[in-house]
């Protein structure tokens, strides 16, 4: 007996949502100073969208 609706076997995957395992793919380079932005920080996303402006201090940018 075949039923019609069995998908077969599970197909194993890597999962593509969630937190990202790679800290890199939250950061994008700005293309007005060069700085890597954090795109989980909104204030450093802020800033950089401003036409002009100069790289955020260092301890501005680390996390705690
Ligand atoms: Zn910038």
Same mark, same amino acid.
């Given at each position: 007996m075949t039923k019609l609706s069995d998908p077969?076997?599970?197909i194993p995957g890597k999962r593509h949502e969630?937190?990202?395992?790679d800290?890199?793919?939250?950061f994008y380079i700005c293309k007005v100073c060069g700085q890597? %932005?954090?795109m989980r920080d909104l204030?450093? %996303?802020?800033w950089h969208e401003?036409?002009?402006h100069k790289p955020l201090k260092?301890?501005? %940018?680390?996390?705690p």
């Open positions: 077969g076997p599970s969630g937190e990202p395992d800290e890199d793919e939250n890597p %932005v954090d204030r450093q %996303v802020i401003q036409p002009r260092p301890e501005l %940018v680390k996390k």
